[in-house]
């Protein structure tokens, strides 16, 4: 990866609300939080948890019926208030993807048998409603072999979450006769339990300013352990998992080639098994964020470069309420931004702009980022000669206040790359939406957006 020059532009947004209340956003469509204490467990015969014993208790299998369990239940009681219990698998979704956006199908119906312990419990025969969701069986499809599904048992108190018990289940197969499954639950006592899952851990390395960040994904996203990073033999340093991901920046790195390591090891070996994947990273110019104070000219484009003009002026975003006070909203447009490309034939390669914006921060308190969305405007191209240059637009993406799984601007969006490499200069837009909740305190908050330029 090519790092060619980072550079900040700035919003400066000014909300007005009548109340000085706490922030407060509508939950994600699949946030099933908190997280429970104890395993999802799934028994061969019919009865509560009292009536099971080990020989009943099921950790893998195969059939055309695709009926992994007659009684499902959880290790521990769900929390005082649940009133019935749903069950949940989630589909990955694309490399990157985070859990919280990936999708999420109901398997069978809700339980609301209870036993004398206080824990739900299904009790069915019914060979419909499984393994057999199209969603898993079209993920299996596109790909081939084993792979790797948080299962959720989630407690309700009507529509309402109480929390969520969590075991992870393989499948193979991409077929309602070939599907095969394996869940990792904890053996009740006197049981024998499955072996551990498979992991494996992807690495990145993204710019920022004269530091790069590494940043170890592993899946499944529920194992624990820590990632250490390494560069050679030399030990960068180490970081726990969290949600799937750990991350360690290193210092203001020499341009040039580095080979970076990323290890996993897991907390509980019998659960997990470690990886380790390996990243060259071709390191050119370092680029710095720059802060709403500073003014900065465009770059001149110098001859057999490739440059990032970003203007200086802020963009003010002026808070509105609607007329039933259910949100607030403003728009403004991002300022022109400038790509210009003057390399030699033999040098040129495509580009990519990203934009992401920090969380907005006054006074009253912290507007998160996830809440300003954009729609990329058309780049308009000024191609030197016959250059074959083409750029798209990047994907517009909504508040977080009109689709619970955005992550807004909140998370680093393309603005525009190039689908043909060539000389020219390429004048990038954007139109910014902001949409926050009602509740947000009166004020005045300023947020910085990180642009960066990468050649690929």
């Known amino acids: 990866m090519g790092i060619r020059k980072t550079i900040a532009a700035v919003v400066a947004g000014t909300l007005v609300a009548a109340a000085a209340v706490a922030l407060a956003g509508p939950a994600s469509a699949v946030d099933e939080s908190p ?23 099921i950790f893998s299998g195969s059939d055309a019926t695709n009926r992994p369990w007659i009684t499902l239940t959880t290790e521990n009681p769900c929390p005082a208030g649940t009133t019935s219990m749903a069950q949940y698998i989630r589909v990955p979704g694309a490399a990157g993807v985070p859990e919280i956006e ?71 197969g991409n077929s309602l006769t070939t599907l095969a499954w394996t869940i990792h639950s904890k053996v009740i006592a006197g049981g024998t339990g499955p072996v551990a899952v498979a992991t ?37 340093g180490s970081a726990p998992v969290s949600g799937g991901t750990a991350s360690h920046t290193v210092t203001a790195p020499a341009t040039g080639n580095h080979t970076y390591t990323a290890s996993f090891t897991p907390t509980d070996p019998a659960a997990y098994v470690a990886s380790t994947v390996t990243q060259s990273v071709a390191l050119g110019l370092a680029g710095g964020s720059l802060t709403v104070t500073l003014t900065v000219p465009g770059a001149p484009a110098e001859p057999g470069a490739l440059t990032l003009s970003v203007p200086s002026a802020p963009v003010a975003l002026a808070g509105v309420r609607d007329a039933g006070n259910t949100r607030i909203t403003a728009s403004g447009a991002l300022p022109q931004i400038v790509v210009t490309d003057t390399r030699r ?13 920090g969380d907005f921060t006054g006074t009253k308190g912290t507007v998160g980022a996830k809440y300003l969305g954009w729609k990329p405007a058309t780049p308009v191209m000024a191609k030197d000669g016959a250059a074959p240059l083409l750029v798209q637009a990047g994907v517009e993406a909504a508040s977080f206040l009109d689709d619970p799984v955005s992550t807004g601007l909140g998370a680093s969006k393309t603005l525009a790359e190039t689908t043909a ?28 957006i990180t642009v960066t330029l990468v050649g690929n």
């Open 345 to 357: 034939d033999d040098l040129l390669t495509g580009w990519r702009v990203s934009v992401q914006a």
């Open 200 to 236: 494996t851990t992807t690495l990145a390395a993204t710019p920022s300013g004269v530091d790069l960040v590494l940043t170890a994904t592993v899946a499944p996203a529920a194992a624990a352990g820590t990632v250490t990073f390494k560069e050679g033999a030399t030990v960068l």
């Open 421 to 448: 490499s060539g000389r020219g200069a390429t004048t990038l837009g954007a139109a910014l939406n902001l949409a926050i909740p009602p509740s947000t305190a009166e004020g005045s908050y300023t947020s910085t």
């Open 102 to 172: 990936w999708t999420q199908v109901q398997m069978g119906g809700n339980a609301t048998l209870k036993d004398a312990d206080g824990r739900f419990y299904t009790t069915a025969t019914s060979q419909a409603d499984r393994l057999n969701k199209s969603e898993v069986i079209a993920y299996q499809v596109a790909h081939p072999g084993t792979n790797h599904y948080p299962f959720l048992s989630v407690c309700q108190n009507g529509p309402a979450v109480v929390g969520n018990f969590r075991t992870m289940v393989d499948i193979s």
């Open 35 to 57: 997280d429970l204490p104890g395993d999802v467990l799934w028994f061969n015969t019919a009865g509560p948890l009292a009536s099971q014993t080990p020989a009943t208790q």
